[in-house]
């Protein structure tokens, strides 16, 4: 309750829970690459404006405690939102983070388009191995018959 009202609250997030803009929309989209059906589900859709919106609650505290976490390895929001942006052909996307604890709170982001880029190519990384996956049937992972070093030079 308290999470949903701070929605309301702010200015920046308040109309992308109004009836004027279509919210939990389940979409699909065939990837011409990779010929594979991909389907998502967008929190919130402005076809005319061609800009969808994703919620996140978050533990995160300030903008850049949530910043890092977003865009770090372990949640990829820009990969995400390329991946609705494709399946709804979009070209804005924004994350409303949502803060789950006292004061709740919620913050607007703007993906900027380099970001938007740089998840597309992120994603279509992803689908290919997917599909390289599906054509061979063979689910596993590089390297998962070798001795495999700890620490890799694409990592460091």
Not at 76 to 93: D, E, K
């Amino acid at each position: 309750e308290q999470q949903i009202a701070s929605v309301l609250e702010n200015e920046r997030t308040a109309w992308l829970a109004s009836d004027e803009v279509q919210h939990e929309v389940v979409g699909f989209y065939r990837d011409e690459r990779t010929d594979l059906l991909l389907k998502g589900m967008a929190d919130v859709l402005v076809p005319e404006d061609e800009y969808l919106a994703d919620f996140k609650t978050t533990r995160h505290g300030t903008r850049n405690q949530f910043i890092r976490w977003a865009t770090s390895r372990e949640i990829a929001v820009h990969v995400q939102l390329s991946h609705y942006a494709r399946v709804f052909g979009m070209r804005q996307a924004s994350v409303v983070a949502v803060r789950n604890f006292v004061p709740c709170e919620s913050m607007y982001y703007q993906l900027p388009q380099w970001r938007l880029r740089e998840g597309n190519a992120a994603l279509d990384y992803s689908l290919k191995i997917i599909s390289d996956c599906v054509l061979t049937g063979n689910w596993h992972s590089a390297g998962w018959r070798e001795t495999n070093q700890l620490i890799e030079e694409e990592f460091i």
